[in-house]
């Protein structure tokens, strides 16, 4: 059973910084494919940043040179470092989990990803 449960979330100014972590159990958590993702209201979710197994990363280009995805294998946790931070950074955000296709991650792709967690929401004045 898997579950993923995130926090960090908060208020914080424009141009002020925010780390999200991501505690994951029950699975085989340094072998899955893991990514963050978030959801303003009236909006569609996006992928935020995603990470392999083998620490490879995908960010997206809105946050790119701003935002940090990274992994810690030995805690199971997963974490967005968040910097230089807008109001349109202003979501919920998710972590996801999953499974590998074929050695392949679905990256920033929210239908590649069947674990979520229950969200942290971010709002940036």
């Known amino acids: 059973h898997v579950q993923l449960v995130e926090s960090g979330g908060g208020s914080v100014q424009t141009g002020g910084s925010l780390r999200l972590s991501c505690a994951s159990s029950?699975?085989?958590?340094?072998?899955?494919?893991m990514g963050w993702f978030r959801q303003s209201p009236g909006k569609e979710r996006e992928g935020v940043a995603a990470?392999?197994?083998?620490?490879?990363?995908n960010v997206a280009d809105s946050v790119k040179g701003r935002f940090t995805i990274s992994r810690d294998n030995a805690k199971n946790t997963l974490y967005l470092q968040m910097d230089s931070l807008k109001p349109e950074d202003s979501a919920l955000y998710y972590c996801?989990?999953?499974?590998?296709?074929?050695?392949?991650?679905?990256?920033?792709?929210?239908?590649?990803?069947?674990?979520w967690g229950q969200g942290t929401q971010d709002t940036v004045s």
């Open positions: 996801a989990a999953d499974r590998p296709l074929g050695w392949k991650c679905p990256g920033t792709r929210p239908g590649g990803y069947n674990y």
């Open positions: 990470i392999d197994s083998d620490g490879n990363t």
């Open positions: 029950g699975y085989f958590y340094r072998y899955f494919c």
